[in-house]
């Protein structure tokens, strides 16, 4: 998301300082990370592009991928070129002359476009995930319901956040902190309670194993998935939360959160296609799977089309 800044951080040296280093330095490292795990999951897939019942499977989830790391150097590139903009081009005033210099250019354009392009497919593979593991049952669209409400919420406030500053007589600027705020709070709140629903449901099919006697050998598979999801998502939500509580009380630090909260999601959402892409995630016959004994543990190509 477009970070927008309360007029109390806007007064700050510490703000400039934390949002010219959030913006290069760390967001450029975070991006660096982000494109060598691209790297690992194109390879990791090149090999189910050549057979032919996984191709189509592989192919979409790679271009998906692609289109992913894509909105990341985008938005990494352009911040960069704002960041040129504002503490070069219009030094001196830095941050303080953000608000007459960045509005209805081109380049700060598109990175609104990006920024919001990427919370769309980086929460939406989180709805699909979602759906996989619980379609089996019958409460998937009881499930389901509350998730998509959320990302729902938080694309349309997300959009309006990104709207904003182009047209800042749309919301008084008291409006656009709290909007701000609530942006943040549901997309901590929908990766918390995607990833809540996902363990629920990991922990409901172990629990049903272990009545019949097959819990004990399958353990480790569901804590492999479990901590699979919690490792990825964890830092993600926590990242939000703490960007969220930072703004609302007017910490400069929140402009550090704020600025790399992309390079998080991006992070986040590659670490599990990496794993699904190598066989270690959950598909619709995994809990079949499980009761016949015949989990993957990798030796096989996973279903690309579970997780990814």
Same mark, same amino acid.
């Given at each position: 998301?477009?970070?927008?800044?309360?007029?109390?951080? =806007?007064?700050?040296?510490?703000? +400039?300082?934390?949002?010219?280093?959030?913006?290069?330095?760390?967001?450029?490292?975070?991006?660096?990370?982000?494109?060598?795990?691209?790297?690992?999951?194109?390879?990791?897939?090149?090999?189910?592009?050549?057979?032919?019942?996984?191709?189509?499977?592989?192919? !979409?989830?790679?271009?998906?991928?692609?289109?992913?790391?894509?909105? +990341?150097?985008?938005?990494?590139?352009?911040?960069?070129?704002?960041?040129?903009?504002?503490?070069?081009?219009?030094?001196?005033?830095?941050?303080?002359?953000?608000?007459?210099?960045?509005?209805?250019?081109?380049?700060?354009?598109?990175?609104?476009?990006?920024?919001? =392009? &990427?919370?769309?497919?980086?929460?939406?593979?989180?709805?699909?995930?979602?759906?996989?593991?619980?379609?089996?049952?019958?409460?998937?669209?009881?499930?389901?319901?509350?998730?998509?409400?959320?990302?729902?919420?938080?694309?349309?406030?997300?959009?309006?956040?990104?709207?904003?500053?182009?047209?800042?007589?749309? !919301?008084? !600027?008291?409006?656009?902190?709290?909007?701000?705020?609530?942006?943040?709070? $549901?997309?901590? @709140?929908?990766?918390? &309670? #995607?990833?809540?629903? $996902?363990?629920?449901?990991?922990?409901?099919?172990?629990?049903?194993?272990?009545?019949?006697?097959?819990?004990?050998?399958? *353990?480790?598979?569901?804590?492999?998935?479990?901590?699979?999801?919690? +490792?990825?998502? @964890?830092?993600?939500?926590?990242?939000?939360?703490?960007?969220? $509580?930072?703004?609302?009380?007017?910490?400069?630090?929140?402009?550090?959160?704020?600025?790399?909260?992309?390079?998080?999601? #991006?992070? @986040?959402? &590659?670490?599990?296609?990496?794993? $699904?892409?190598?066989?270690?995630?959950?598909?619709?016959?995994?809990?079949?799977?499980?009761?016949?004994?015949?989990?993957?543990?990798?030796?096989?190509?996973?279903?690309?089309? *579970?997780?990814?």
């Amino acid at each position: 998301m477009a970070a927008n800044f309360p007029p109390a951080q =806007a007064k700050s040296s510490l703000t +400039e300082a934390l949002d010219l280093i959030g913006s290069t330095t760390i967001n450029g490292i975070l991006c660096g990370i982000a494109f060598a795990l691209y790297c690992l999951c194109a390879w990791s897939l090149y090999p189910q592009l050549r057979v032919p019942d996984q191709r189509k499977q592989a192919a !979409l989830t790679l271009i998906y991928t692609s289109l992913v790391i894509l909105c +990341e150097l985008a938005i990494v590139a352009l911040t960069t070129s704002v960041i040129r903009l504002v503490y070069i081009d219009h030094d001196p005033g830095g941050l303080l002359n953000h608000e007459k210099v960045v509005p209805g250019g081109q380049r700060i354009a598109f990175f609104s476009t990006s920024s919001v =392009a &990427l919370d769309f497919l980086t929460f939406g593979v989180q709805m699909q995930r979602l759906w996989v593991i619980w379609v089996a049952t019958q409460y998937a669209t009881i499930v389901i319901l509350l998730p998509f409400l959320l990302y729902i919420s938080f694309i349309a406030l997300d959009t309006i956040l990104t709207i904003w500053p182009h047209y800042p007589d749309i !919301l008084s !600027l008291k409006s656009g902190t709290a909007l701000t705020i609530a942006t943040l709070g $549901v997309e901590s @709140a929908f990766t918390l &309670l #995607v990833t809540g629903l $996902v363990i629920t449901r990991l922990v409901i099919v172990r629990r049903r194993h272990m009545s019949t006697g097959l819990g004990s050998s399958m *353990t480790r598979e569901y804590v492999c998935i479990a901590a699979m999801l919690i +490792e990825s998502y @964890a830092l993600e939500s926590a990242w939000s939360f703490i960007a969220m $509580v930072l703004y609302a009380v007017g910490s400069p630090w929140s402009v550090l959160f704020i600025q790399c909260d992309d390079s998080i999601k #991006v992070i @986040a959402y &590659l670490l599990v296609v990496y794993r $699904v892409s190598k066989g270690r995630a959950w598909n619709n016959q995994t809990e079949n799977q499980l009761s016949d004994l015949r989990w993957n543990h990798g030796t096989q190509t996973a279903t690309v089309e *579970t997780m990814a």
